[in-house]
């Protein structure tokens, strides 16, 4: 009843009552409950104006290039993101900052031919990884070292280059088997008698060359430091020896000389 006091407490209970203002959606996706649905949407940068609130973001079949530092808007309940069927090829070691709740995140059918390892590292919740169908040809363990969390990870369709770079992560894949998914299609493309040969199928034994002839560090150091004295001393063994044969070549021709026959004329 006390509403019609007079008209400015008229106009304050009208403000009460009316419902309040929905999150922010981008115009170019569809929006509810928390699911933000961008996908097929010629979209090439990710939407800015994403409300804080949002849970799932669909970003597939779009033209997304590049994830630049900060990409995305802060998301701190973000545990979804699909960016598959993009022409995703490079991703910065700050794109994903922001997202330290995401659970699942969807690469694949993309065009990514190498990860940094800090790539993930904001990444602490992530579960299930997806880079199926990229072009990676190699992948450092320290890119799956940063997910503690990780529990699956699909690398399918990938051309892998089996050669000695391999050996760490196969180690990856051997000591985490339970967590790779599809193992059956991880194969070899390069070299070519191991084309379509199944990276899970490799034992130690089959890297034993790599193993044998890999260098430590302190290999190296040795041979930085032994190299050059063996340089300079290969040369002075050279002058050394090219002394010796010239002093030795003059002393012969000086007794040759003192050797050789005199003439005698007659008067």
């Not at 949002?54 to 802060?74: A, M, Q």
């Not at 089959?206 to 063996?230: D, K, Y």
């Amino acid at each position: 009843m006390g509403c019609w006091r007079g008209p400015s407490t008229v106009l304050a209970c009208l403000l009460l009552l009316r419902p309040l203002p929905s999150p922010a959606c981008p115009a170019a996706c569809r929006c509810s409950s928390g699911e933000v649905d961008c996908s097929e949407r010629a979209l090439r940068e990710v939407p800015q104006n994403l409300s804080a609130n949002t849970s799932t973001l669909w970003l597939g079949y779009n033209f997304i290039t590049v994830l630049g530092p900060r990409s995305f808007p802060p998301l701190p309940r973000l545990l979804l993101l699909s960016l598959p069927q993009n022409r995703l090829g490079l991703i910065h070691s700050q794109a994903l900052v922001g997202l330290g709740a995401l659970q699942e995140l969807d690469l694949s059918n993309n065009y990514l031919a190498m990860l940094a390892p800090k790539t993930f590292l904001p990444l602490t919740s992530l579960a299930t990884l997806n880079l199926g169908s990229n072009r990676l040809g190699e992948l450092e363990p320290g890119v799956l070292h940063a997910l503690p969390q990780l529990q699956a990870l699909l690398l399918q369709d990938n051309p892998w280059v089996c050669s000695c770079g391999i050996l760490p992560l196969w180690r990856w894949l051997s000591h985490n088997r339970e967590k790779v998914r599809e193992k059956s299609l991880l194969l070899c493309r390069v070299p070519e008698q191991l084309n379509n040969y199944p990276i899970m199928a490799f034992r130690n034994e089959s890297f034993r060359q790599c193993q044998e002839t890999s260098l430590s560090a302190q290999h190296h150091v040795a041979f930085l430091i032994i190299g050059p004295f063996s340089f300079m001393a290969s040369i002075f063994f050279c002058t050394f020896m090219g002394s010796i044969i010239v002093v030795y070549n003059n002393l012969r021709k000086e007794s040759h000389f003192w050797r050789r026959p005199r003439i005698c004329r007659g008067h």
